[in-house]
């Protein structure tokens, strides 16, 4: 089968769907519906061959993807239904699983297969290349043969490298892995930590730290905290720890006091 007969509809046109539009332009026809009201700012200027459509249109396409905020998906989800194709693969690239495919797997009709994903990475870690970088795939409605046909794709073509993943595991990692992180990160810098010129290593080290929201919209923010039903616990437990340290300090400051 020749993947350049086949064309994706990308729903949602945002920093990451036009990234990936540029990734996967050179093996499918493009086409994109943005639902948003404002015009996309310059950095996330399309590709020049992907092909602007009506909502409707992209979803009547091969594959539909769906690279909205978790908050839109119901909504997008539901205009895009009565058009998609007995056959076609539905597809989604939240940064959480289990909400979004209970959503998809209501809404999409029973004749399309579906497929969760969450490339775990962005314009930013992969503006310099996607080879090597992973992508967490739930097969929720799919046949085996087109599913591995597609983890081939990813690999052989887009050189990624693919982990097959349960929904809720899925959150539950990441609940670590990117909630607290993104948590920590909008914290430090909303602190505002500037250069110095007595920075250690461990300094410069949160300043990067600090960095990785820098491009993430607060959709995003959003759909990582509070689209991931194990979310909350963990940033319960880090507000804990901290109030715990400050509480110590303060009960070890006046006994610790040099005469």
Known sequence: MNPRRKTIGIIGLGAFGIFMAKHLSPYYRVVGYDPRATTPD??????????????DEAAKQDIVVFA??????????????????????????TSVKVR????????????????????????????????????????????????????????????????????????????????????????????????SPMATKAYEKLQEFASIVLSDSWDLFLTIENGNPHAAAIRKRLVEELVGLEEQ???????????
């Open 68 to 93: 909205v905020p978790l908050a839109a998906l119901e909504e997008a989800a539901r205009r895009a239904a009565p058009h998609i194709r007995p056959g076609a693969l539905v597809v989604d690239v």
């Open 100 to 195: 979004p495919l209970e959503i998809l797997t209501k809404i999409i009709p029973a004749h399309a297969d579906l497929l969760g994903t969450h490339p775990l990475f962005g314009p930013q870690s992969g503006k310099n290349g996607i080879t090597g970088l992973r992508v967490a795939l739930a097969p929720v409605r799919i046949a085996p043969d087109r599913y591995y046909g597609i983890c081939d794709f990813l690999s052989d073509k887009l050189g990624l490298l693919t982990l097959k993943v349960d929904p809720d595991a899925h959150d539950r990692e990441m609940a670590k892995v990117q909630a607290m992180t993104h948590f920590m990160s909008r914290a430090l810098r909303a602190i505002g930590l500037g250069p």
């Open 249 to 259: 300090l303060e009960q070890n400051g006046a006994g610790s006091e040099v005469a």
């Open 42 to 55: 310059s950095a996330d200027t399309p590709p020049a061959d992907l092909e602007p459509v009506s909502a």
